[in-house]
T-cell receptor, first 114, second 112 residues
Framework: NAGVIQTPRHKVTGKGQEATLWCEPI?????VFWYRQTIVQGLEFLTY????????DSGMPKERFSAQMPNQSHSTLKIQSTQPQDSAVYLC????????????FGKGTRLTVV | GEQVEQLPSILRVQEGSSASINCTYE??????FPWYKQEPGENPKLIID?????ERKQTQGLIVLLDKKAKRFSLHITDTQPGDSAMYFC???????????FGTGTKLQVVP
């Protein structure tokens, strides 16, 4: 079990460019979460899927962020027209269920917008 | 009304002493309270958790306490060692198919 796999580990984009982050959850896990980690905000919820269906995207900045889960083995987080304030570590996590179970995090993608 | 507050943000303790981190939550439906440890460059990993049917849980030098009435829970690390230095996050969630809401983290530094 390789755990949750996130690629790339580091990404540098120019302001206004698009960034796509990839996540492969642990096989058999039904829930996939995206969080953003910054020093100031800590672990900030963005969105999550259950059985590939989007359930809650209340943490997503609506205009430029989107997430998809086209199949059970991967999810993507896309940020259009990146801004310097989008610089953060984006963490994907998966769990066997939602709510009262441990979530397993990937190592994250460090996005730097210059 | 679903925030999780965590204090302190930075905690510096002497090796061998105890460290305590406190969290409060707002959602009365919360019934699962995990704690995660994140070492530099690594992903957060679960170290201990407690459910609402318990008030106290202990494992390997870690104690968690839960006060449902006050909507407060805490992590206590006894006999701290340099390897305990890390970021610690508390979280809260409900069984009703929601996500875990995290506190803003505590940076624990154990000094010799």
């Amino acid at each position: 079990n390789a755990g949750v796999i996130q690629t790339p580990r580091h990404k540098v984009t120019g302001k206004g460019q698009e960034a796509t982050l990839w996540c492969e959850p642990i096989s058999g896990h039904s829930a996939v979460f995206w969080y953003r980690q910054t020093i100031v905000q800590g672990l900030e919820f963005l969105t999550y899927f259950r059985n590939q269906a989007p359930i809650d995207d209340s943490g997503m900045p609506k205009e430029r962020f989107s997430a998809q889960m086209p199949n059970q083995s991967h999810s993507t987080l896309k940020i259009q027209s990146t801004q310097p304030q989008d610089s953060a570590v984006y963490l994907c996590a998966s769990s066997p269920g939602t709510g009262g179970t441990e979530v397993f995090f990937g190592k994250g993608t460090r996005l730097t917008v210059v | 009304g679903e925030q999780v507050e965590q204090l302190p943000s930075i905690l510096r303790v002497q090796e061998g002493s105890s460290a305590s981190i406190n969290c409060t939550y707002e959602n009365s439906a919360s019934n699962y309270f995990p704690w995660y440890k994140q070492e530099p460059g690594e992903n957060p990993k679960l170290i201990i958790d407690i459910r609402s049917n318990m008030e106290r849980k202990q494992t390997q030098g870690l104690i968690v306490l839960l006060d449902k009435k006050a909507k407060r829970f805490s992590l206590h690390i006894t006999d701290t060692q340099p390897g305990d230095s890390a970021m610690y996050f508390c979280a809260a969630s409900a069984n009703s198919g929601t996500y875990q809401r995290f506190g803003t983290g505590t940076k624990l530094q154990v000094v010799p």
